[in-house]
């Protein structure tokens, strides 16, 4: 198994490992998730908490788990044993890498179902169905869908085909293939919508509403689901970025491009929210509608505009591509993991890794319907699964990686890789060793107490 070409692959350039990094933090957190919070918290106080979070929380730790990557040219769980050892820790520090890699299996079994519902919703969108629904009609039609398990295997079913099919690639003919496809075309289609926005008549108010911070909305839960989110969107606890930092080159600049992803993913963020927002003023729907923004709101004001067929289409289209660039990267660290610590190839490894996140993805599928009144905990087992992820996993695996450079790796070393000057070096280390784990800290407790 040590001689496995896989083991050693790399990214063919930075273009192209910067595309696949933007890719994965590029995601249903940017085009579904982020809209819908920024509209529960008040607008642009939101977004102003949320980048100040990006920069002091979300930078170090995506730097430090590309730097682990690259020092261990493994999966995860190897990256973190050999280099603990290598240094005379403990082998404790090796469940970082565990627990990446569990997360990102839990978080795909979900999130390929939530991709399937992107899915349904092109044919909904292509076909005309939101033409002359009312406000329950769509809401009949995102119940509907729920409601049968039948139709979400379905769906999930193929999203999981997708995925599998892209990582089954490999490196250069998979994620990087990936990338240079979806991601231009995200991009494209963000700028179609945006121009569409523009022409609502409420593109003034869309942008004041994201960019003009009301500060009497700055609550204790707007600071924490700000500093939250922006830890989660850019891919981080999951074992995603150390994996990928496993086939990146030691010519790569690990700041610089580092930065470039992170304003990038924000830049993808806000421009969903010009997308979206202008469209929910001119309708005069609700922007705290939640959730259900995309699902539900959305739908009803493209039912009702000129051209809605085509720019809903383009919508749910450009879901489905932010959707599959997460997905990829989620499977990506379950596959690497077992190719190199198990007889088989990367495609038998690929088919596992696929079977078995679509097998648990099932649990969420029923949760809708047959086994709604299956509550552990009190909660879905969707619920259950975002909550164990997002609130105890990968705050706690964040929180290990950011200690494990900032205090247990030496100073050098971590200069070495970073290649900083030396000022910027000492803001970084500072940031790391203290700035990133209150947060991160701050983000968990306040999590289990909320």
Same mark, same amino acid.
């Given at each position: 198994?040590?001689? *496995? #070409?896989?083991?050693?692959? +790399?990214?063919?350039?930075?273009?192209?490992?910067?595309?696949?990094?933007?890719?994965?933090?590029?995601? !249903?957190?940017? %085009?579904?998730?982020?809209?819908?919070?920024? =509209?529960?918290?008040?607008?642009?106080?939101?977004?102003?908490?949320?980048? %100040?979070?990006?920069?002091?929380?979300?930078?170090?730790?995506?730097?430090?788990?590309?730097?682990?990557?690259?020092?261990?040219?493994?999966?995860?769980?190897?990256?973190?044993?050999?280099?603990?050892?290598?240094?005379?820790?403990?082998?404790?520090?090796?469940?970082?890498?565990?627990?990446?890699?569990?997360?990102?299996?839990?978080?795909?079994?979900?999130? &390929?179902?939530?991709?399937?519902?992107?899915?349904?919703?092109? *044919?909904? &969108?292509?076909?005309?169905?939101?033409?002359?629904?009312?406000?329950?009609?769509?809401?009949?039609?995102?119940?509907?869908?729920?409601?049968?398990?039948?139709?979400?295997?379905?769906?999930?079913?193929?999203?999981?085909?997708?995925?599998? =099919?892209?990582?089954?690639?490999?490196?250069? =003919?998979?994620?990087?293939?990936?990338?240079?496809?979806?991601?231009?075309?995200?991009?494209?289609?963000?700028?179609?919508?945006?121009?569409?926005?523009?022409?609502?008549? &409420?593109?003034?108010?869309?942008?004041?509403?994201?960019?003009?911070?009301? @500060?009497?909305?700055?609550?204790?839960?707007?600071?924490?689901?700000? /500093?939250?989110?922006?830890?989660?969107?850019?891919?981080?606890?999951?074992?995603?970025?150390?994996?990928?930092?496993?086939?990146?080159?030691?010519?790569?600049?690990?700041?610089?491009?580092?930065?470039?992803?992170?304003?990038?993913?924000?830049?993808?963020?806000?421009?969903?929210?010009?997308?979206?927002?202008?469209?929910?003023?001119?309708?005069?729907?609700?922007?705290?509608?939640?959730?259900?923004?995309?699902?539900?709101?959305?739908?009803?004001?493209?039912?009702?505009?000129?051209?809605?067929?085509?720019?809903?289409?383009?919508?749910?289209?450009?879901?489905?591509?932010?959707?599959?660039?997460?997905?990829?990267?989620? /499977?990506?660290?379950?596959?690497?993991?077992?190719?190199? +610590?198990?007889?088989?190839?990367?495609?038998?490894?690929?088919?596992?890794?696929?079977?078995?996140?679509?097998?648990? =993805?099932?649990?969420?599928?029923?949760?809708?319907?047959?086994? &709604?009144?299956?509550?552990?905990?009190?909660?879905?087992?969707?619920?259950?699964?975002?909550? !164990?992820?997002?609130?105890?996993?990968?705050?706690?695996?964040?929180?290990? #990686?950011?200690?494990?450079?900032?205090?247990?790796?030496?100073?050098?070393?971590?200069?070495?890789?970073?290649?900083?000057?030396?000022?910027?070096?000492?803001?970084?280390?500072? #940031?790391?060793?203290?700035?990133?784990?209150?947060?991160?800290?701050?983000?968990?407790? @306040?999590?289990?107490?909320?």
């Amino acid at each position: 198994m040590a001689n *496995k #070409t896989h083991i050693h692959a +790399q990214w063919s350039s930075r273009l192209a490992f910067m595309m696949a990094a933007v890719g994965s933090s590029v995601g !249903l957190g940017n %085009v579904w998730k982020f809209p819908y919070m920024t =509209g529960e918290s008040g607008g642009g106080a939101f977004v102003l908490i949320y980048m %100040v979070s990006i920069a002091l929380i979300g930078l170090p730790i995506l730097m430090s788990e590309w730097l682990l990557g690259r020092l261990g040219q493994k999966n995860p769980i190897t990256t973190m044993s050999t280099i603990a050892g290598r240094l005379k820790r403990s082998q404790a520090w090796a469940l970082i890498g565990v627990g990446g890699i569990l997360a990102a299996y839990l978080i795909l079994s979900f999130y &390929s179902v939530i991709g399937g519902w992107a899915l349904a919703y092109i *044919k909904y &969108s292509v076909t005309g169905t939101f033409s002359g629904l009312d406000g329950d009609g769509v809401s009949s039609l995102f119940g509907n869908l729920l409601g049968s398990p039948g139709r979400l295997l379905a769906w999930h079913s193929l999203f999981m085909v997708l995925t599998i =099919g892209v990582v089954a690639g490999g490196v250069s =003919g998979g994620l990087e293939r990936a990338a240079k496809l979806l991601m231009p075309a995200l991009a494209v289609l963000l700028v179609v919508l945006v121009g569409y926005a523009a022409t609502t008549g &409420s593109f003034a108010d869309g942008l004041a509403y994201l960019f003009r911070p009301d @500060f009497s909305q700055l609550t204790g839960d707007v600071w924490l689901a700000a /500093l939250g989110h922006a830890f989660f969107t850019l891919s981080l606890g999951m074992g995603i970025m150390m994996a990928y930092g496993s086939y990146l080159s030691d010519d790569v600049n690990i700041g610089r491009t580092a930065l470039t992803v992170v304003i990038l993913d924000t830049v993808i963020a806000l421009a969903a929210g010009m997308a979206i927002f202008p469209v929910v003023f001119a309708n005069q729907l609700d922007p705290a509608a939640g959730p259900g923004l995309v699902f539900q709101t959305l739908p009803l004001a493209f039912g009702g505009m000129s051209g809605g067929i085509l720019f809903g289409s383009l919508f749910f289209i450009l879901l489905v591509f932010a959707a599959l660039t997460s997905a990829i990267s989620l /499977l990506e660290p379950i596959v690497e993991w077992l190719e190199e +610590q198990s007889p088989l190839s990367r495609l038998q490894a690929t088919l596992v890794a696929g079977a078995a996140t679509w097998l648990l =993805g099932i649990a969420t599928v029923l949760s809708f319907n047959d086994w &709604s009144g299956f509550q552990p905990f009190g909660m879905s087992i969707l619920d259950l699964l975002d909550y !164990l992820t997002s609130k105890l996993m990968l705050p706690l695996t964040g929180l290990a #990686t950011i200690l494990f450079v900032g205090w247990v790796m030496g100073r050098d070393e971590v200069r070495a890789q970073l290649n900083m000057s030396p000022t910027a070096f000492a803001v970084w280390r500072f #940031t790391a060793r203290f700035v990133s784990p209150i947060g991160v800290a701050i983000v968990f407790i @306040f999590g289990l107490i909320n």
